[in-house]
């Protein structure tokens, strides 16, 4: 496991929030990072922190959210190679209820 502190995580990201470095750098953040295997290699690591940071502007992106309360027509339409049935597809899949439930 890598382990990451906030002056390193720092150099990373240098235009980040505060918030964002220490929340990385917490042992809750090194447990999150832990269980989903990303500090586990340099690959992983380095594949997962440049994404994050390249979809967040260097997590300088303001109130940013991200809302997966698609309809199955909007999942249908945003993920076609994944549901080429269509939104059929989705609702036969994933059912109608919020979220992910089935």
Do not use: C
Not at 15 to 39: C, K, M, T, W, Y
Request: charged fraction near 20%.
């Amino acid at each position: 496991m890598i382990e990451l502190n906030a002056p390193a995580l720092r150099q990373i990201w240098p235009r980040a929030p505060q918030g964002v470095i220490d929340a990385f750098a917490s042992p809750a953040g090194h447990a999150l990072l832990d269980r989903a295997g990303i500090n586990h290699t340099r690959t992983r690591l380095s594949i997962a922190f440049s994404q994050g940071e390249h979809e967040t502007a260097g997590f300088t992106i303001k109130s940013l959210t991200e809302s997966i309360a698609y309809t199955s027509e909007g999942a249908a339409r945003v993920w076609p190679s994944r549901f080429p049935g269509g939104a059929a597809q989705v609702r036969a899949k994933y059912g109608t209820a919020p979220g992910w439930q089935k």
